[in-house]
């Protein structure tokens, strides 16, 4: 089985970064993807990081470093719209679908 | 309809109740799965279909039981639930292919109360 832990929580203001970790435990590894969930909505795909390094995606980046099982997802220029709830998942098993092991999520909170 | 549909969005039912969720994915999709999530939690897989088969039960108690006649739909039966069954209950697609991001495409959910 595989396990991540990510904060519970983060606020910030507008106009600000904020960086929302994720670290795990895996016995194999496919990938570290991100969602985006906001109150009462569905997780949204936000990104999806299988090498080391750091991908931008607009105000979105998100960073992974397989030797340290750990990645960041690295929010800049915050919009109140940003509040919402962030999942870290990595891909369980080996079978032909894809099953993904999401974290407890972080609720980030943008103040105005 | 576009994405990923489930009725009902709201469901209020006793633990003697028999009811249903049914999920539509109009993405072509090959696998679907069923989530849930409570509060607080980890989004928890509960069932996995790819092809129509299924593909993994995460240990989850006889009460569920998972239907999927065709690659665009799913549902899932409920009976004699517990109150600690009252959570968001998730559907899912995705496309399943070698290599490349495990997207997962999500539906609204439906909110269970089991009283």
């Not at chain 2, 003697?16 to 607080?40: D, F, I, P, R, V």
């Not at chain 2, 998972?66 to 496309?95: G, I, K, R, W």
Request: glycine share 8%; hydrophobic share 30%; proline share 5%.
């Amino acid at each position: 089985g595989q396990s991540l832990e990510q904060p519970s929580e983060v606020t910030a203001v507008e106009g600000a970064i904020v960086q929302i970790n994720c670290t795990y435990q895996t016995s194999g590894f496919y990938g570290l993807s991100w969602y985006q969930q906001h109150d009462g909505g569905a997780p949204t795909f936000l990104s999806y990081t299988a090498l080391d390094g750091l991908e931008e995606t607009g105000r979105f980046s998100s960073f992974l470093s397989r030797s340290d099982s750990y990645g960041y997802l690295l929010l800049q220029e915050l919009q109140m719209k940003d509040s919402a709830s962030y999942f870290c998942a990595v891909r369980e098993g080996s079978g032909s679908a894809r099953q993904l092991t999401f974290g407890s999520g972080t609720q980030l909170t943008v103040l105005p | 309809e576009t994405g990923v549909t489930q009725t009902p969005r709201h469901l209020v039912m006793g633990m003697t109740n028999k009811k249903s969720l049914k999920c539509e994915q109009h993405l072509g999709h090959n696998a679907m799965y069923w989530y849930k999530q409570s509060a607080k939690k980890p989004l928890e897989l509960m069932f996995v279909y790819n092809f129509k088969e299924q593909t993994e039960n995460n240990s989850v108690p006889s009460r569920f039981s998972p239907e999927c006649p065709n690659s665009s739909h799913l549902f899932l039966h409920l009976h004699t639930l517990q109150p600690e069954d009252s959570a968001l209950y998730l559907c899912a697609s995705s496309q399943d292919q070698s290599g490349g991001p495990d997207t997962q495409y999500f539906g609204p959910g439906t909110r269970l109360t089991v009283l």
